[in-house]
């Protein structure tokens, strides 16, 4: 069923941009005809640009080095291809004579040459051809010296070709002359023209650096439909790599989610991780002297013992949130328990070479001192000793006490005891199993006892499951015991309802 509801999940990311985007196609249709509008006037304006550039080096050129005979010289300049680009079509000399030439050879008759504006010396002016057989009118730029006249004719071709790109019919172009002797009236088209008569048609007005025409560029129908065409079109390419994207987030999410550290995070912040109290009881009156505090990982009804993560958790630097979570829980279930029973806490060496564990207890400010202990193992090593030490000493300072757990299992045994100041120790369950067994890690049993004894430690018995284990131990001078035999961990809502029994009849307690 949850795997089935994922591939819901997933359906629905992969799909969501996509119906997304379809649902927004009118809009986003209308800014991209806006955006392709702003497009091709830059593009105009470049074109023009470039054209200017290429004019005025010919034209330079050229005006310094007509003799103005329309001879040999003349026609070699007329016709030099350098002269010519996609902006120049044709150019000639009209002399003052009457007579002229142009780069196809004779004189042409293309504009009215007598009528035209004087520029001014070193200017140019603009004027355009005759409208002839209805045909699309082209400029002129001319420019006089001494009488005579040098022209250009500019070419169409190129605004033919930029305005039908990225769809035919979509663009039409409108030039309207800003300079003396052409007619305002005199508009150029370029494209076509029933664009501009459209209802909704967009339109923008521009006029190009260096250029004596006001444009007004006109959008229609074709556009918007064309933009939207492309705008679905974009829309299943980006929504389904978008969609891609989402999927493949999901299925890492929920990947890391699934994994023990996202689920140890997860945990973390849900408040999942619980203490349960394990008894000890002193043997020889029965009483509940204190209890150890044992990682449960509660989840979905269930609680995970501390082996299936604490190791990880440790080697992920997740030990210190977790054992402040726990801490944090132990302190306020302190008040519920007698006076004088004590609760232990294990910590990690990460614990004492930190001042995570001292910042926290600062903020209780330092909570019950005399009935908050701390159990530090040997199987791990402590890695920097001095921080470890001062960290202990502040925190024996302020009252707290250290047992060492799990002694003559690991690494620092009777150094830590000596160097970390600890004055009790807890003897493991591998030792305790050896009782009433010939094995011998006995006699490492009874050294471990004799040192205890010997230099007035506390010790603790922990993984104590019969009667005759209790009795050995007694026999030896050691009575504070841990074990099944009298209590397993548990909640304090059990452990309440059990030390209620233990009371009423210490003497049933297992
Ligand atoms: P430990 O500190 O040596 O804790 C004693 C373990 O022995 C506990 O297992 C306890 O339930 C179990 N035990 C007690 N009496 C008996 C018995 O009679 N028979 C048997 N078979 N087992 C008994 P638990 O709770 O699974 O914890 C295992 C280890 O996980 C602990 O060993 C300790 O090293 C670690 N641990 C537990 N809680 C914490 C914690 O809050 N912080 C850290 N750092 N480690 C923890
Ligand atoms: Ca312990
Ligand atoms: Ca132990």
Redesign the pocket.
Known sequence: MKRFSSLWISLLLFVLPILVGLSLNQLTGSLLAQHLLHKKRSEIEAAMNDRQLALERSMGDQMAHFAFDCGERDMILLRDPKHYSRYIRLQGVKLASGKGCSSLGPDLPLFDADNLPDPGLDTTGLTATEQDFNTEQELVIFSKHQGHLAYWVLSNSWSHTILEKPCLDCFYLELIPLVPGLSRQELFPRGDKRIKEEADSLSLSFTPISSQLQQTLWAGRALQKYAQNKARRDTFWIGGALGLLLLVGYWLHRNYRRSLKGLIYRGLARQEFVP?Y?AVVDSRTRAVVGF????RWERENAFT???AF?AYA?EQGL?LPM?EQ?LEKIIADLPHLAPQQWVS????AAHLEHPHLRSQLQRHDWPSPTRLTF?L?EREPILDIQAAISEITLLQEKGYHFKL??FGTGYGGFAYLQRLGIRQFKI??MFIDTIGTDDPKRNLLEAIIAFGLKSSMEMIA????TQEQVDYLAHRGVYLI????FAR?MPLRDLLPWLQAQTAAPHSAG
């Open positions: 349960f394990q150890e505090a044992l990682l013992p501390p082996g604490i440790e030990i054992t726990l806490v294990n910590l990690v159990e193992t757990d799990d493991d369950k922990e993984g104590v499951e841990q074990g099944y035999l961990p």
